[in-house]
């Protein structure tokens, strides 16, 4: 079974401050594929990142960083000079070959506040 | 963009009356999925289709049935609604291809209240 776990709940910082949000992963599948993925207050998913367990290398576009690592079964993502804009719900997801279907498996979110 | 409407974005509905919530895609997407989204669970699938009259059940299946007559539409239905089923509702597909990308695309969501 898949699982995936975002244990901060809500996360709240001020514009320019650099903030990570976590992800635990567990799978026993070889093959799998971590996504990011933002709600902002509007309500809509946006796809943001995947990653693939056979490339470990971090990825970096604009503020935005993801880091992965096997070893902890880790993937996660740091929004550096944080803005309002960032302000959203943010989702950790896994999709292996061996799921039916390849759907993904949620963790519960974190709320990122970004105050002025 | 990855032309995904839902219909309908709202709906009020009582208990015990049936519901049909209605997923579009312009691009012939083979897979197409329903989860709902609710407070501490995140997102869960319910049903998903890998083809026209293919589906299959997800996580939380109870109460719902589904149907693909067409490629780009893939309705939910809910029987007999009921109080647990107060939900935002998101459709998914999930681009093929020779890239065999496992991402998925989201619709703008149905929020439905069972009252």
């Known amino acids: 079974a898949q699982k995936v776990t975002q244990a901060q709940t809500e996360i709240s910082v001020v514009e320019k401050e650099d903030v990570t949000l976590d992800c635990v992963y567990e799978t026993r599948d070889t093959t799998y594929y971590l996504f990011w993925y933002k709600q902002p207050p509007s309500g809509e998913l946006v796809f943001l990142i995947r990653?693939?367990?056979?490339?470990?290398q971090n990825e970096i576009s604009g503020r935005y960083s993801w880091n992965f690592q096997k070893s902890t079964s880790s993937f996660n993502f740091t929004i550096t000079a944080s803005q309002v804009v960032d302000s959203a719900v943010y989702f950790c997801a896994l999709s292996t070959q061996e799921t039916s279907g390849s759907r993904l498996t949620f963790g519960e979110g974190t709320q990122l506040t970004v105050n002025p | 963009d990855a032309g995904i409407t839902q219909s309908p974005r709202h709906k009020v509905t009582e208990t015990g009356t049936p519901v049909t919530l209605r997923c579009h895609q312009t691009?012939?997407?083979?897979?197409m999925y329903w989860y709902r989204q609710d407070p501490g669970h995140g997102l869960r699938l319910i049903h998903y289709?890998?083809?026209?009259?293919?589906?299959d059940k997800g996580e939380v299946s109870d109460g719902y049935s589904v149907s693909r007559s067409k490629t780009e539409d893939f309705l939910l239905t809910l029987e007999s609604a009921t109080s647990s089923q107060t939900s935002v509702y998101f459709c998914?597909?999930?681009?093929?291809?020779?890239?065999?990308?496992?991402?998925?695309?989201f619709g703008p969501g149905t929020r439905l209240t069972v009252t």
């Open positions: 998914a597909i999930r681009p093929g291809g020779l890239t065999r990308s496992y991402e998925q695309y």
């Open positions: 691009e012939n997407h083979r897979y």
């Open positions: 289709s890998y083809g026209v009259k293919d589906t």
């Open positions: 990653r693939n367990s056979f490339d470990e």
